[in-house]
Structure formats: structure tokens, C-alpha cells
């Protein structure tokens, strides 16, 4: 009954701006807290940022830190994850997550090119 569905990636420029959101669905998402990995081809896949539940405290990987920001509305059961000053490096698909229930939930993920 847990859904993650991702939206917002797209082919974008190095240096450009992209904001993902993930509408969640089947559990009491203020309670949770959420989690934005990433792949490209050929690697693991790799946590990006985390937001906690309560204290909407966040963390992020060392690559994109002061460049992405982790935020949630609880009223909207939506995470977002805005992303700036673009890399190549950046691009993969992103997936949201969640712990619930005793196991791992994922969306299905959303393409992000960066390209010129």
C-alpha cells in the first residue's frame, strides 16, 4: 500500500537548477523520515540527502553538499529535493525512500541529464 512516485528531472545545462518531488502515500508520512539516493550507470547506488521526520533535521553527501536542499511539506506528503549548480557528475536516476514496516520502499525513479 506504500507509494513513492518522483517527478521533475529532466535534461539539464552544468550550472542549471532542477527541483524533484516525491508524493508519498500508504503510511503516516509526518512520522517518517525520507531519503533521496541516486545511480548512474554502471555504480552503486549512493544516499544523497536524508530529512528526519520530527525535527525535519537534514544530511547530505559530501558531493553535493551546499549545493542540494532536502525539504518536506508534511501537509502536501511531498519531499523535494532542489538541486544547483548542476555537474555532469550529477547526472543519474533519483530514487525517494523510505523505511517502513520493516522494509525499503522505493518510487520509481527520475532521470537527471546534465549536459551541454
Known amino acids: 500500500q506504500v507509494q513513492l512516485v518522483e517527478s521533475g528531472g529532466g535534461l539539464v545545462q552544468p550550472g542549471g537548477s532542477l527541483r524533484l518531488s516525491c508524493v508519498a502515500s500508504?503510511?503516516?508520512?509526518?512520522?517518517?523520515?525520507m531519503r533521496w539516493y541516486r545511480q548512474a550507470p554502471g555504480k552503486e547506488r549512493e544516499l544523497v540527502a536524508v530529512?528526519?521526520?520530527?525535527?525535519?533535521?537534514?544530511n547530505y553527501a559530501d558531493s553535493v553538499k551546499g549545493r542540494f536542499t532536502i525539504s518536506r511539506d508534511n501537509a502536501k506528503n511531498t519531499v523535494y529535493l532542489q538541486m544547483n549548480s548542476l555537474k555532469p557528475e550529477d547526472t543519474a536516476v533519483y530514487y525517494c525512500?523510505?523505511?517502513?514496516?520493516?522494509?525499503?520502499?522505493w518510487g520509481q525513479g527520475t532521470q537527471v541529464t546534465v549536459s551541454s
Open positions: 525512500n523510505v523505511y517502513q514496516n520493516g522494509a525499503m520502499r
Open positions: 500508504g503510511f503516516t508520512f509526518s512520522s517518517y523520515t
Open positions: 530529512i528526519t521526520s520530527y525535527d525535519r533535521s537534514t
